[in-house]
Nanobody, 117 residues
Framework: QVQLVESGGGLVQAGGSLRLSCAAS????????MGWYRQAPGKLRELVAT?????????VYATTVRGRFTISKADGRNTVYLQMNSLKPEDTAVYYC?????????WGQGTQVTVSS
């Protein structure tokens, strides 16, 4: 029902910045929330940030990224961005876009972010 396409991943040195994008299509008008999750080798997938699409509310951030990452959305379309500043090697992971509907959830295929020290 919903297709999610991520872009913007890559290789960056510690202290650098990257901006990830996620565009939703299909039944995108039914999306309530969108966000970013990440999974590093040997670790569980964890929340990075989420933002409301259907209503208001403040974004939610993982404590490990709060103050460094900023999630935002484009007005009038179901597209979200993740601005990542002051990147650390610990941020290295596959980043997945997520869309939550009332009764279902969808995932993008993921984009690799690698931070070198």
């Amino acid at each position: 029902q919903v297709q999610l396409v991520e872009s913007g991943g890559g290789l960056v040195q510690a202290g650098g910045s990257l901006r990830l994008s996620c565009a939703a299509s299909g039944s995108s008008s039914s999306i309530n929330d969108m966000g970013w999750y990440r999974q590093a080798p040997g670790k569980l997938r964890e929340l990075v940030a989420t933002i409301s699409i259907s209503g208001g509310g403040t974004p939610v951030y993982a404590t490990t990224v709060r103050g460094r990452f900023t999630i935002s959305k484009a007005d009038g379309r179901n597209t979200v961005y993740l601005q990542m500043n002051s990147l650390k090697p610990e941020d290295t992971a596959v980043y997945y876009c997520n869309a939550q509907l009332t009764d279902s959830m969808y995932w993008g295929q993921g984009t690799q972010v690698t931070v070198s020290s």
